[in-house]
Structure formats: structure tokens, C-alpha cells
């Protein structure tokens, strides 16, 4: 970044020969730094921070990755006004330098003197295990993984409830699971099922953690909740469906993120939000784990039934069961559930026998109670806490209590069934929209690992997702990570993207004066994905859309996108770099030709000692493939100097054995059909010996001793036209008589 960008506290574009425009007013901006982008706790988080920041018009700008991955409060610095930090909080102390509202979420930072939001861990966990004294167990184990603060608070408010409850704390029932998922906590069932028999009861600091407990539990052969009574924290969706039903520990992971909104938003004001934990409610949430249901629960943490002079209490009861905590003293429940007062309007017609509100307003009414609450047995219990408020009036006959009876009956299963259909509905648009997600996913991947490196820097794939706007920003150098360079841009409703080409530093990324309007106080949401590998950061992929859908995985659609798009770009480079290594090799081979060409030239020379004398000077082994080179050269230098005469010097072969030999015999035979003669110089006498005592036959092949012999034997004056060519006189031309062939004694 250079020193003009960085003075100026914003990083614009750079195009070669224009300047800039001016950044523009833009919305304010809240920042959420999180590892993860999906699953059901960090997705819950996320709808939170942006419902209450879509309601006060304002953008939401999410960075998948940690403060200190980020280099803190560099990335998006110039986007964002205020940050919430989700769980990791390594190199938070850079971000809180910043001087910027802050605020964390599950994880305390003092480092960071900031709010944190955290569930009310003490007060969950105090009732989980208050609940299990109450059913008379007094062994009561602990699992859970300590490395989070979350988990550690819940486990000192278990031994301080301990201790209340007059229950000596024993460190051999304390369980530590891998990870908070359901791996973590089947893996601790293996110890929990060596102390088998010592304990009846066990609170697991996550409902991940004890569903995989549960499983390897019932499949050793343990009854839940007669051989072992579990309480888990957390209510995900699955712990209602769990066999038995996981009694559990509500928090709402959405009315986290909606705090920490709130949170930041206050510092923005100019509020003193002092540092320190901000509790969100929770609530025990009695299922079958724990040896009771719901509504049995509920009604004895709060007193039995209504009566029916109670006016407002049954309306506060019913959304109490559905939210699963108190309400507040000032909050009327029609404010939480609009159509509470339609179903209680319709249960006294039924009991009155009065005209009842028509169907459509308590269908209405159910859907509401389902947007609350996707807990079937919370739903059913509303019918139920109904049913306990029918009694007859004073003074009906029997027959008049039996026809109201009756009546409450058949408007009580109209009711449950209208919450049943809810339910379903809501069922059945989940699984639409996971079908989506899943088609979705296919169709990237498909189009990422199958398409070409145009096609997946160009972002046209996005065309298969929910994304409205896209941006894929490469780093410019990889080591300093300062600039990003623009190589695809993708916008669904016409909104202009940046440039190709265009570099941005790192501090706005993506542009904020391009970003679709829908992101202020819209329907979307800004998402950060680093772009990386196992061995190389390649950049930042800039999403627009709505957010993740609460699935049950951990990961999914923008993660899986970023996944997809880095093996792409990694693919591609990949295969560049085998294109440059073959062009390479190819060039290297062509070099290597042209030098054993020259070698072979060197190896093997030729040279024209007298008109129709070639002289062939050998050096080192002859061996069979250097043999074929000099058969070649041979034929070569024949054929161009039109030679008569060959001589073969093998002075500086060390050796001839039999192959040399028959190597030396081919290349006679080929010259002589050529119409020259061979003869072998520099033949040692111990060489000769050598080819004495191996029964080597030369053939009619003549040999010398040494190459001033071979001249005398083919010229008399040959040796003296020699040394004439070399003095530099002019050569006699008296004709060369025939060369005699030499016996081969001599």
C-alpha cells in the first residue's frame, strides 16, 4: 500500500491514467469476524446480527477467518464502523486498538477491555442439574470440552450447584470430551462407559456432545433415561428428535448475534457500554432424557395451571412455553405472539358454545407459534396447557358439561393439528430450501472442477446460487498481502461491479460505493471468503446474498464455494505449471540434441588429411552405441569428401574386445561398399596381443602401428606432401601409385 493510500485512510482502485473518484456516503456498517460461515450455531448468529441490523438499515459485512488471520484491523477496515467477534479472539488486542466499538460473543477477550456476550451459562446450568437433584440423583457426572470459556463457566456453575445441593464434588466423574461436536462426545462415552454403574446421571456441557454420547451409550446396552439420566445445553433442532427427546438447556444462538448488534450500535451512539459479560437467557427445557416431559416441567417451575380468573396469566403461560423463558413484566404476550389471543379466543367459544374465530386467523395463529418455536412437544404443549383450563361453569347440568366437554375436545385437536400442518409446512420449507442449497452446491461444483480458469475467475457460476453480486480479488503479491487485483465480477441485478483489473488495497475490499443497495437494510448480507490452500493465500471472494440456512452441518454454500474456487485456482495452477515444466523439458531436449550433436562432432571428428584421405581420430571406450555414431560419421564424411581412404586412429581407445572389434568390421564393410577402404591405425602392440589371445579376427581390415606409417604405406612422398601443406608450400602433384596391402605379419 503505497504512502498516499495509507495517509489517506482509504484504499481506491487503480486504473492506469485516471484518478480515483471520492467515496461516497455509505451506510453504517457492522463487521462480523467468525471462523465458520454455516452450521447451526454460527448461521443463528449471523441472522441475529443482521435482523437487527436490516431493522435499523444498516449493512452487515461477515469475515470468515479470525482477527489475527485477517492481520487485524487491516481487511475491510474502511467498510466497517463497529466489529463482533464470534468465538476466535487470537490477535484481538490489534483489532481493539483500533479504537473502534467491539464486541465478542462466547469468548472473553480482557485483553480487549470490551462487552461479551455470552448465554447465562451459570444460571442453564444450575437448573440442569438442580432438575436431576430434584429427581433424586445425587452422582451426577460432567462431560465436556474445556478448552472453550463457555464450557469451563458451565462446569464451575456444576460444582457450585453441587455444593449448594449439599453433593460432594468427585473429579473422577468429570469427563473432558475432544471437541464440542457429536465425535467429542462419543469418544467420552468410551470412559463413561468404563465407570459404568458409579453414577446415575451425567450433565454434557453440549447437546452435540451428548448426542453422540447417547449413541455409543444405547448401542453398549444403556437405557436413557432408567440406567443413566442425561441433560444436555444448547437445544438444537435435533434434540427434540433424539430417541429419547434430549432434555436440554435452551439459548437462543440468534438472540446472541441481536445482542452484540444492539451492543455495537450503542458504542456507535456515543452510550457508555462498559467491558465485561452481557447474559443472554436461558432456559430448562425438561424432555424424556431426564425422566419427565415438557409440560410437566414447566408447570412445576411454575405453579400448576391457571385459573380461570386469572385473566392475562394463561396468554403469558403459553408464550412462556413457546420462547422458553420468562417474559418480561412489561411485554404483553401479544407483542411476542400475536395469535395467542385468537386461540384462547377460540378455546372459550368452544366452552361456551359461542361462535369460534374462524379457521384461517387460528391457522395464522399456529404458523406464528411455529415461527416462535419449532419444538413439537413446546406445540403440543400449548393444546395441552389448554386442556387443563376446561373445568365447567358453576351451575351447568351434566349434559351441558359433557356437550362443553365435547366441544373443548374437538377444538383441541383442531387446534393440534393446525399446529401439526405448521409445523410440517415449516418442515417442508426447510427441505426445499436445503434442496436448493444441495442443487446448488452440485451445480458449483460441477462448473468450478470442470469448467476452465476463465470460467471460474469469471464468477459466471454464481448464476447456479442465491448470490446477487460477486467480486474475486487475487492478491497482487501473495507475501505482503497489501493490494488485491480484480479478476471476476458477477452482478445479478445490474449493479455495477469493479473493473477488471482494478487494484484495491486490502483496507476496502469490496468497494462500498458498488455494493448493491439490497445490503442496507436489505434482504442481504456482504461475505468475506479468503480464497486459500494448504500452500498458498490466493485471495478474497466478496459475496452478496442471503444468509446460510440453519442446517444441521457445520459447513456448507459460501464455504464449500470458497473450497471449490481455491482447488480450481489451485488446478489451474497446477496445470500451468506442467504446460511451463513440458516447455521446459521440450527446450532443454532441443539443447540437448544440439549438444550431443556437438559432442558426437568432437567424439568423432573428421578431418581431411590428404585428397581422398580422411583421418578419424578415436577417444575413449568403443563402445556398441558410440560405434553406431562413428559408422555414421563415417558414412557421412565419405560421402561428402568423396574419400577413398579411411583411417581409423584408435590410439586413445584403451581397449579393444570383441564387440569393438565387430564395431570396426561394420564400419569397414560400410565404407567399403561406399568404395573406400579402412585402415586402422595406432593398433599398440599390446592391444594386438590382446586381440591375439581373445581370437579376434580384423578380417581383411589393415592395421598400422602408427599414422606416419600408414601415410608412408599409401604415398612415398605422402608423408612429405604432408609436412609441405604444413609448411605452407604448395603441394607436388605427382599421381599416388596404388597403395600395397600389407601382410599381416607386418
Known amino acids: 500500500m503505497s504512502t498516499d493510500d495509507a495517509d489517506a485512510g482509504t484504499a481506491t482502485m487503480r486504473t492506469p491514467g485516471a484518478r480515483a473518484p471520492p467515496m461516497p456516503s455509505r451506510p453504517t456498517t457492522i463487521g462480523v469476524l467468525t471462523p465458520f460461515l454455516d452450521g447451526f450455531y454460527f448461521s443463528a448468529i449471523l441472522k441475529g446480527v443482521h435482523q437487527a441490523a436490516q431493522q435499523r438499515g444498516h449493512r452487515v459485512v461477515v469475515i470468515c477467518g479470525t482477527p489475527d488471520f485477517i492481520q487485524a484491523p487491516s481487511l475491510a477496515r474502511d467498510q466497517v464502523d463497529g466489529w463482533i467477534v464470534v468465538l476466535a479472539t487470537d490477535g484481538i488486542e490489534r483489532l481493539a486498538a483500533a479504537r473502534v466499538p467491539l464486541v465478542t460473543i462466547s469468548t472473553c477477550a480482557p485483553e480487549a477491555g470490551c462487552p461479551t456476550v455470552m448465554p447465562d451459562n451459570r444460571r442453564g446450568m444450575r437448573a440442569a442439574v438442580r432438575h436431576l437433584v430434584e429427581h433424586g440423583h445425587r452422582r451426577i457426572a460432567y462431560v465436556g470440552f474445556m478448552d472453550q470459556d463457555d464450557i469451563r463457566e458451565r462446569f464451575e456453575s456444576y460444582k457450585e450447584t453441587l455444593a449448594e445441593s449439599g453433593i460432594p464434588f468427585d473429579p473422577g466423574l468429570v469427563f473432558e470430551a475432544e471437541n464440542n461436536w457429536q465425535s467429542g462426545g462419543a469418544k467420552a462415552a468410551e470412559a463413561v462407559l468404563a465407570r459404568r454403574g458409579e453414577f446415575t446421571a451425567a450433565v454434557v456441557a453440549t447437546d452435540k456432545n451428548a448426542l453422540g454420547m447417547m449413541s455409543v451409550l444405547q448401542a453398549a446396552g444403556c437405557r436413557i433415561p432408567d440406567d443413566l439420566a442425561i441433560v444436555g445445553f444448547d437445544d438444537i433442532t435435533e434434540a427434540q428428535w433424539s430417541t429419547p427427546p434430549l432434555t436440554t438447556v435452551r439459548q437462543r444462538f440468534d438472540g446472541l448475534g441481536k445482542i452484540a448488534c444492539d451492543l455495537v450500535l450503542a458504542q456507535l451512539a456515543g452510550e457508555a457500554v462498559p467491558p465485561g459479560p452481557v447474559l443472554a437467557p436461558t432456559s430448562f427445557v425438561p424432555r424424556r432424557t431426564c425422566g419427565c416431559n415438557l409440560l410437566q416441567g414447566f408447570l412445576h417451575r411454575r405453579g400448576g395451571a391457571p385459573d380461570e380468573a386469572a385473566g392475562g396469566v394463561l396468554a403469558r403461560q403459553m408464550v412462556?412455553?413457546?420462547?422458553?423463558?420468562?417474559?418480561?413484566?412489561?411485554?404483553?404476550?401479544?407483542?411476542?405472539?400475536?395469535?395467542?389471543?385468537?386461540?384462547?379466543?377460540?378455546?372459550?367459544?368452544?366452552?361456551?358454545?359461542?361462535?369460534?374465530?374462524?379457521?384461517?386467523?387460528?391457522?395464522?395463529?399456529?404458523?406464528?407459534?411455529?415461527?416462535?418455536?419449532?419444538?413439537?412437544?413446546?406445540?403440543?404443549?400449548?393444546?395441552?396447557?389448554?386442556?387443563?383450563?376446561?373445568?365447567?361453569?358453576?351451575?351447568?347440568?351434566?349434559?351441558?358439561?359433557?356437550?362443553?366437554?365435547?366441544?373443548?375436545?374437538?377444538?383441541?385437536?383442531?387446534?393440534?393439528?393446525?399446529?401439526?400442518?405448521?409445523?410440517?409446512?415449516?418442515?417442508?420449507?426447510?427441505?426445499?430450501?436445503?434442496?436448493?442449497?444441495?442443487?446448488?452446491?452440485?451445480?458449483?461444483?460441477?462448473?468450478?472442477?470442470?469448467?476452465?480458469?476463465?470460467?471460474?475467475?469469471?464468477?459466471?457460476?454464481?448464476?447456479?446460487?442465491?448470490?446477487?453480486?460477486?467480486?474475486?480479488?487475487?492478491?497482487?503479491?501473495?507475501?505482503?498481502?497489501?493490494?488485491?487485483?480484480?479478476?471476476?465480477?458477477?452482478?445479478?441485478?445490474?449493479?455495477?461491479?469493479?473493473?477488471?483489473?482494478?487494484?484495491?488495497?486490502?483496507?476496502?475490499?469490496?468497494?462500498?460505493?458498488?455494493?448493491?443497495?439490497?445490503?442496507?437494510?436489505?434482504?442481504?448480507?456482504?461475505?468475506?471468503q479468503p480464497i486459500r490452500t494448504l500452500h498458498r493465500d490466493w485471495g478474497v471472494l466478496a459475496i452478496v446474498g442471503p444468509g446460510s440456512i440453519e442446517s444441521a452441518g457445520d459447513e456448507g454454500t459460501v464455504a464449500i464455494w470458497g473450497a471449490l474456487l481455491s482447488a480450481a485456482l489451485e488446478r489451474d495452477a497446477l496445470m500451468q505449471s506442467l504446460s511451463e515444466q513440458h516447455a521446459s523439458l521440450e527446450e532443454a531436449y532441443l539443447r540437448e540434441r544440439a549438444l550431443s550433436a556437438a559432442v558426437r562432432e568432437l567424439g568423432?571428428?573428421?578431418?581431411?588429411?590428404?585428397?581422398?584421405?580422411?583421418?578419424?581420430?578415436?577417444?575413449?571406450?568403443?563402445?556398441?552405441?558410440?560405434?553406431?555414431?562413428?559408422?555414421?560419421?563415417?558414412?557421412?564424411?565419405?560421402?561428402?569428401?568423396?574419400?577413398?581412404?579411411?583411417?581409423?586412429?584408435?590410439?586413445?581407445?584403451?581397449?579393444?574386445?570383441?564387440?569393438?572389434?565387430?564395431?570396426?568390421?561394420q564400419i569397414h564393410r560400410a565404407a567399403a561398399l561406399l568404395g573406400a577402404r579402412v585402415i586402422l591405425v595406432g593398433v599398440r602392440p599390446e592391444i594386438a596381443m590382446s586381440l591375439v589371445a581373445l581370437d579376434i579376427d580384423l578380417g581383411d581390415l589393415s592395421t598400422h602401428q602408427s599414422l606416419s606409417s600408414a601415410l608412408e604405406d599409401l604415398a612415398p612422398e605422402g608423408l612429405g606432401a604432408l609436412r609441405t601443406r604444413r609448411n605452407g608450400e604448395a603441394p607436388r602433384r605427382a599421381a599416388a601409385p596404388e597403395p600395397r596391402r600389407r601382410r599381416r605379419s607386418e
Do not use: K
Open 320 to 528: 412462556e412455553l413457546l420462547i422458553g423463558h420468562p417474559l418480561p413484566s412489561d411485554t404483553p404476550p401479544a407483542a411476542v405472539w400475536p395469535g395467542v389471543a385468537t386461540v384462547i379466543e377460540g378455546h372459550l367459544a368452544a366452552l361456551e358454545g359461542t361462535s369460534p374465530p374462524p379457521s384461517d386467523a387460528i391457522d395464522e395463529a399456529c404458523q406464528q407459534a411455529v415461527r416462535l418455536t419449532p419444538d413439537v412437544e413446546s406445540l403440543m404443549g400449548i393444546a395441552r396447557l389448554l386442556g387443563r383450563h376446561r373445568r365447567p361453569r358453576a351451575g351447568w347440568t351434566a349434559e351441558a358439561a359433557e356437550s362443553a366437554e365435547a366441544r373443548v375436545e374437538e377444538f383441541l385437536e383442531r387446534l393440534r393439528l393446525s399446529l401439526t400442518l405448521a409445523r410440517i409446512d415449516a418442515e417442508r420449507r426447510f427441505v426445499e430450501e436445503l434442496g436448493v442449497v444441495v442443487r446448488s452446491d452440485h451445480e458449483v461444483s460441477l462448473a468450478l472442477l470442470g469448467g476452465t480458469q476463465e470460467e471460474s475467475r469469471s464468477l459466471s457460476w454464481l448464476d447456479s446460487t442465491t448470490a446477487v453480486w460477486g467480486c474475486l480479488g487475487l492478491w497482487e503479491d501473495p507475501m505482503s498481502r497489501e493490494r488485491l487485483v480484480v479478476t471476476g465480477a458477477y452482478s445479478r441485478e445490474g449493479t455495477p461491479t469493479p473493473a477488471l483489473g482494478g487494484v484495491y488495497a486490502r483496507e476496502a475490499f469490496p468497494p462500498a460505493e458498488l455494493l448493491p443497495p439490497s445490503t442496507a437494510g436489505g434482504p442481504f448480507m456482504v461475505t468475506l
Open 604 to 665: 568423432c571428428p573428421l578431418i581431411p588429411l590428404l585428397r581422398g584421405v580422411l583421418l578419424v581420430p578415436l577417444i575413449g571406450e568403443l563402445d556398441t552405441g558410440r560405434a553406431r555414431e562413428v559408422l555414421q560419421r563415417v558414412v557421412e564424411g565419405v560421402n561428402q569428401h568423396r574419400a577413398r581412404c579411411v583411417l581409423l586412429d584408435v590410439t586413445g581407445v584403451p581397449r579393444l574386445d570383441a564387440p569393438a572389434a565387430h564395431a570396426l568390421e
